[in-house]
């Protein structure tokens, strides 16, 4: 069994990556700062000792390279990030995190001589896409800083695993989800804003008029693609979209949310927001071919596990 270190593992994708090791039986230490991360989403596997956790900041290279000098992992999983929304609002703390944050782990990789990293980008780096399904050959045409740090973080992991040899798996996550999510996470966070104003009779704001779309991965499906790509020795130093090749609008979610809480939202609609891409539809044959990875978790059981899980912490 081996050894895995996972930034952002208190978060959304992270804290399922940490699941499924476990499982698996792998020692895991989860190194996150909690900007957007929850305790409870990992609290089980501290109390049992299963995990272990740091407290670090990954802007810190004497932070991450304690963290790597002390639990000597033999695979990493970095997904601690800065979202869409507060890169907006704090650039520099966006550039520390995404981009510094991201070649310290790479650089603590090499040092520590490690077997696999697999890491977080985005579809953000597409921008609007100018043909649907969007492959990974679909030019980069990212408007948003967000987005300008995930193609720093891919051009940085791409040139160390050439001169230093770091082994890497990219993974450009279409709109992951899960009920374990903070807000930030500039789409998906209508699940839970939607969910919580019409479950307590709130209005609820529509950007635009509800027919942009989302390519919607569930949090667990996403975690199954990094534990796939890091044991598979065969795959390495690639990008792989990460989606379901399906699009669903906001109306659609909003029609779903009703349905399962079996309430009418009350509706205000407003101008879009400019960060907002108006399709988000990817391929998903590379993945498919190379890792084996297919997304299990559909629109509906992700959206009843997320109304589930808010209803009994009373939302
Ligand atoms: N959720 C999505 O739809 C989506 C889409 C595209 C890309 N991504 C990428 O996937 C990765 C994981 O996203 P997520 O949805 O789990 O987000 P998340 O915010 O739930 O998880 C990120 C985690 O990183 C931690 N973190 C933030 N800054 C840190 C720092 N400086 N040091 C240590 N830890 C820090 C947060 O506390 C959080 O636990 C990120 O790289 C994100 O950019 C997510």
């Not at 994708?13 to 698996?24: A, K, N, R, V």
């Not at 089980?44 to 272990?52: M, R």
């Not at 990293?117 to 492959?135: C, D, E, H, K, Q």
């Not at 779309?213 to 693609?225: C, F, I, P, Y």
Request: charged letters at 20%; hydrophobic letters at 35%; one cysteine or more.
């Amino acid at each position: 069994m081996s050894k895995i270190l996972i930034t952002g593992g208190a978060g959304n994708i992270g804290s399922f990556i940490t699941d499924q090791c476990i499982e698996l039986g792998h020692d895991v230490i989860i190194a996150d700062n909690f900007y957007n991360g929850k305790y409870k989403n990992i609290s089980n596997h501290i109390d049992s000792g299963k995990a272990l956790l740091e407290t670090i900041d990954i802007g810190s290279y004497e932070m991450v390279r304690y963290a790597f000098e002390k639990h000597r992992p033999e695979y990493v999983s970095h997904q601690a990030s800065l979202m869409i929304l507060d890169s907006d609002k704090f650039p520099h703390k966006a550039i520390d995190t995404n981009i510094t944050g991201t070649f310290n782990i790479i650089q603590a990789c090499h040092e520590f001589g490690i077997k696999k990293l697999t890491y977080g980008s985005s579809a953000s780096v597409y921008g609007n896409p100018r043909f649907i399904p969007v492959t990974e050959e679909h030019p980069f045409d990212n408007q948003t800083l967000y987005g300008a740090t995930k193609i720093a973080k891919e051009a940085l992991m791409q040139s160390w695993a050439y001169s230093h040899n770091v082994p890497y798996v990219g993974f450009r996550y279409f709109n992951i989800y899960s009920e374990r999510q903070g807000l930030g996470a500039f789409y998906t966070q209508v699940f839970q804003k939607w969910i919580h104003a019409i479950y307590n009779d709130q209005e609820i704001t529509m950007y635009g008029d509800g027919g942009q779309t989302l390519d919607l991965v569930h949090s667990s499906d996403a975690a199954r693609a990094n534990v796939l790509a890091l044991f598979n020795d065969n795959v390495k130093n690639e990008h792989f979209n990460v989606g379901t090749g399906k699009e669903t609008s906001l109306k659609e979610i909003l029609s779903l949310i009703e349905k399962l809480l079996g309430k009418k939202a009350s509706v205000k609609y407003v101008d879009s927001d400019p960060h907002l891409v108006r399709r988000r539809c990817s391929s998903i044959e590379k993945i498919k071919t190379q890792l084996g990875f297919e997304p299990v978790v559909t629109v509906e059981e992700g959206t009843k596990k997320y109304i589930d899980h808010l209803i009994k912490g009373k939302i």
